[in-house]
């Protein structure tokens, strides 16, 4: 993600008073892992999630599970998209990853990721996102 995206770091948001008001999430937990800038668009700063679950879609003790239930990324999540998107004024992604594959929005992030890789390197696209998958 630093070779293609600015100011990449680890983040924390802070909380204020608004936040008990508004009864978001205001656990000393409720923070995202990465936020970085220029992924979708040149400006706009977008905060991310990062899971690994130990589900696999293809288990046997899995398997009776819906894989919108192996990459549900939680409620608690739910309230951090609303403190971004209140707080901060931008975009939320989720990241949930399994050791069988990585949820829809994940492969999108990690589509836009080799896209922007590939094209910066002049390298052919696929085998750039075969990479990063």
Known sequence: MREICGDVQPTLLPINENDFERKL???DNARLDISARGLWNGCEKIFFDIRVTSDHPTSQSDSVKSLAHIYKHGKEKDECNQ???DIKKSSFNSL???SGGMATECTRVNKRLAEKIAKKYREL????YMHLS
């Open 96 to 98: 949930v990853f399994t």
């Open 25 to 27: 999430n205001t656990a």
């Open 125 to 128: 696209y696929g085998c750039i």
């Open 83 to 85: 403190r971004v998107i």
